[in-house]
């Protein structure tokens, strides 16, 4: 007698299988995408607290002093100590905003970028400038969209991104950890948040 050939497995449908796996897929993506969304989001939550203290520094710029002498004897011509002033400084006289006497003993001098005081004194020269923050004017730079058309299909795309992080995740679990349980009251709490605050803050 020959032997009984196994029974073949019975197809599943292209519905069936859908049902059965579009939470592993949503989770799949989901990964994926929140990877993608990494190096944006740094920028964007970077820029983000750093320019929602603007009353409290300058985010873009650091404020720096350097010293330095000046011998003397110095001119009361303003024009002549302006002169030896910028001579010091290694300045040209096209960057000289406006040059007078601050006091009796202080003599300050604009510049294009900065501002030079000479105590005649002491014979000490200040200056101060800004500087560039290294990385965080760049990344502010971005958030602001000062590169204009370019960047904002960027952000644009990265606004998608989020938003799919956002409701991928909310069907990512089922049963009392996802949209039904634990979820929907985590997603309410949130929401209240940004409604609350227009309330209490007398919004518009």
Do not use: C
Request: hydrophobic fraction near 45%; charge should be positive.
């Amino acid at each position: 007698m020959a032997d009984a050939k196994p029974a073949a497995k019975p197809q599943r449908s292209f519905g069936a299988t859908i049902k059965k796996r579009w939470r592993a897929w949503l989770r799949a993506v989901h990964r994926d995408i929140g990877y993608l969304a990494v190096g944006l989001t740094f920028v964007y939550a970077i820029s983000g607290l750093a320019i929602n203290h603007l009353g409290d520094w300058d985010p873009n710029f650091k404020s720096v002093v350097e010293t330095s002498k000046l011998a003397g004897p110095y001119s009361e011509d303003e024009e002549l100590l302006t002169e030896r002033v910028i001579e010091h400084l290694g300045v040209h006289e096209d960057d000289v905003q406006a040059s007078y006497f601050e006091s009796d003993t202080v003599f300050e001098v604009s510049l294009a970028d900065s501002t030079a005081q000479l105590d005649t004194a002491s014979g000490t020269v200040k200056v101060a400038s800004k500087k560039p923050r290294f990385l965080l004017r760049a990344i502010n730079w971005l958030h602001y969209n000062r590169g204009k058309s370019a960047w904002t299909y960027i952000a644009d795309g990265y606004a998608i991104l989020l938003l799919y992080l956002a409701i991928s995740g909310a069907f990512m679990l089922k049963g009392r950890k996802g949209l039904v349980g634990r979820g929907a009251i985590l997603i309410a709490m949130g929401a209240a948040v940004p409604i609350a605050y227009v309330q209490l803050a007398s919004g518009p």
